[in-house]
């Protein structure tokens, strides 16, 4: 294939796993892939793939509530003008604190909520990538969401047709196995194995040029 498309690596990074080193080491790993086969890969990783303001909410209003107990069944007095005030602190403190801390939201959350949240989002990138457009229906999918600590594999028909469903399960399976440690070497390790079956079921044509960019998008807000 054609290697023209300068990699769009990084959006915004705020988190050392995934720095520009590691943004440069997985568009490497696609470039060497997409030698050996005709697939085209894109790679997305997310700090989050939902809002989660819900949380941030309730984290408030838990540390809000407390602090309203404390001053009813505390033996220290508290002017009553101040306790409106005190508990609106209280609620936007927490908010805050939860907004920046990826373990309360995933414990404030349910499992339900943050799957469907990394599946809709895996969608939409999608057809946002342009990885469903490509000429031969070979695009794919890699999504990792950190904070819900998920992975997601979206393969269009002509990778799907190619491969066996039982050794492409498998190779999903471990591949998803990453997202319970979201590592940069982790991931690499895992893409690198995912294109050695692609390579196998799937090798270069010669005549499908590269329709997706090489560099992952790494997206850290």
């Not at 988190?15 to 997985?26: H, M, P, V």
């Not at 209280?90 to 799957?115: E, M, N, P, Q, Y």
């Not at 471990?174 to 997202?179: D, H, N, P, S």
């Not at 090798?203 to 850290?220: H, Y």
Request: glycine fraction near 6%; aromatic fraction near 8%; charged fraction near 25%.
């Amino acid at each position: 294939m054609s290697r023209s498309n300068a990699p769009d690596i990084i959006s915004n990074v705020s988190r050392t796993k995934f720095d520009q080193a590691a943004g440069e080491s997985l568009a490497q790993a696609v470039r060497d892939i997409e030698k050996k086969t005709d697939a085209e890969i894109v790679i997305v990783v997310r700090g989050r793939s939902g809002t989660y303001r819900h949380a941030d909410y309730l984290c408030g209003a838990i540390i809000a509530l407390i602090g309203l107990i404390f001053v009813l069944i505390s033996p220290f007095e508290f002017h009553t003008y101040w306790v409106p005030i005190d508990v609106a602190g209280l609620f936007v403190a927490g908010a805050f604190v939860c907004s920046r801390t990826d373990f309360i939201r995933r414990a404030l959350t349910t499992k339900k909520l943050r799957s469907q949240a990394v599946r809709s989002g895996a969608a939409a990138m999608f057809y946002e990538a342009g990885i469903a457009n490509t000429s031969a229906e070979n695009g794919l999918l890699i999504y990792l969401s950190i904070l819900e600590r998920r992975l997601e594999v979206i393969a269009d028909r002509g990778i799907l047709k190619a491969v066996p469903a039982l050794k492409w399960n498998n190779a999903v399976f471990e591949l998803k196995q990453v997202a319970g440690n979201p590592d940069s070497e982790n991931l690499i390790k895992a893409v690198r194995e995912m294109g050695d079956l692609l390579a196998q079921y799937l090798p270069p044509t010669g005549e499908n040029p590269n329709e997706l960019p090489d560099g992952p998008r790494i997206e850290l807000k």
